[in-house]
């Protein structure tokens, strides 16, 4: 790759309006359970405070507080809907008509919520202006979509942070040493094999420095990852046992990118490499319901082989993303199990 391509590739996605920057996630984008969670409990606490200051006891607020519930959670949650709904017109216009559509969905939910407990003739409708829920559903809609811009906003550099700090951590400089050492011991008894060797260095490092935030399919993941495998599977032979069970159905689900690469680097640095008689790799992909789940498994060595303490860093990095992009929906757990290391990931199917 040419010096000048890669250097105004790298600073594009550097800069805030870079190809990273246009990929940060939308501020409309409710659809996630974290953020309904989050959405929900902060109307509530906020009625919850409101309603303490005129409630005449315990028993009066709990009462007040049903009738406020009624409103305010069917109001909520609609707004949560539409903004999902919407988000992609809405992510297109500018920044003010943004607020405006935030604050006019707000009141057009606080008005929904008034006019279904009308419905029922519950007694908060005969003691509260109808002015009240218009100006509430405004101004608490208002809060929640300034919480939305900062989380929006806040992605990109969190997201960039982590990956420099993955970079740190996984392009080891004697991983590329070894690797150019391979490629150059082959390159008179096995050209061919020396050249799949560096087209696969070539992979590794165009994704690792080139590819911005965005989300990228499972598939692609685990591409990466055999590519990273099939060098150490030069360098280690037979002592490096790499076994695969993938689902297809899982192939096209959305991870954040260099997620799987790490995990199988950090099983084969822990796990096969001091282990005089080597190790086995296992990584495993299935569909369980509206899940995605990854794990990759390693033995561990002998007791007393020198093993290099590990940072966790690579783990943190890949948790962190996680979270960036699903929220809550995703889970993670790493541990040992059953005499092995095992790192569990789930996400949704559909993000």
């Known amino acids: 790759m040419p010096t000048s391509q890669f250097g105004t ?8 309006g870079g190809a990273a920057a246009r990929a ?13 969670l989050r959405a929900v409990l902060f109307v509530h606490a906020v009625l919850g405070v409101a309603l303490s200051f005129f409630a005449q006891g315990a028993e009066d607020w709990l009462m007040h507080l049903a009738y406020g519930a009624a409103v305010a959670l069917p109001a909520t949650l609609l707004w949560l809907v539409l903004c999902c709904a919407l988000k992609r017109v809405l992510t297109q216009a500018s920044d003010a008509m943004q607020w405006v559509a935030a604050v006019s969905l707000g009141a057009l939910c606080g008005a929904y919520g008034w006019w279904q407990v009308g419905l029922v003739g519950l007694p908060l409708t005969q003691t509260v202006s109808a002015l009240a829920p218009l100006l509430a559903g405004a101004a608490l809609a208002a809060m929640i979509f300034y919480a939305l811009k900062l989380r929006s906003s806040s992605q990109l550099p969190a997201a960039t942070r982590a990956r420099l700090a993955e970079l740190q951590s996984r392009i080891r400089p004697h991983f590329l040493f070894n690797t150019l050492n391979t490629a150059i011991a082959l390159v008179r008894v096995d050209p061919a094999r020396a050249e799949s060797v560096l087209e696969d260095l070539s992979e590794l490092f165009r994704v690792a420095l080139i590819d911005t935030g965005r989300a990228v399919a499972l598939s692609e993941e685990v591409d990466l990852a055999q590519r990273y495998l099939a060098i150490e599977q030069i360098r280690f032979g037979t002592r490096l046992k ?3 069970d993938l689902d297809p159905g ?20 822990h796990g096969v490499e001091p282990s005089p008689e080597g190790g086995v790799v296992r990584i495993r992909t299935q569909v369980r319901g509206s899940l995605a789940v990854v794990s990759v498994t390693n033995t561990l060595p002998p007791p007393d082989s020198p093993v290099a303490p590990g940072h966790g860093m690579a783990l943190r990095n890949v948790k962190e993303r996680l979270r960036l992009m699903h929220d809550v929906s995703a889970q993670f757990a790493a541990g040992p199990e059953n005499g092995t290391w095992r790192v569990h990931i789930a996400v949704p199917l559909k993000s």
């Open 242 to 244: 790499v076994e695969w």
């Open 250 to 269: 899982a192939s096209e689900v959305r991870v954040p990118p260099l997620i799987l690469q790490p995990l199988v680097e950090n099983a084969v640095r």
């Open 9 to 16: 590739t790298i600073f594009d996605q550097l800069q805030p």
């Open 24 to 36: 940060a996630r939308s501020p409309f984008d409710a659809c996630q359970v974290g953020v309904v």
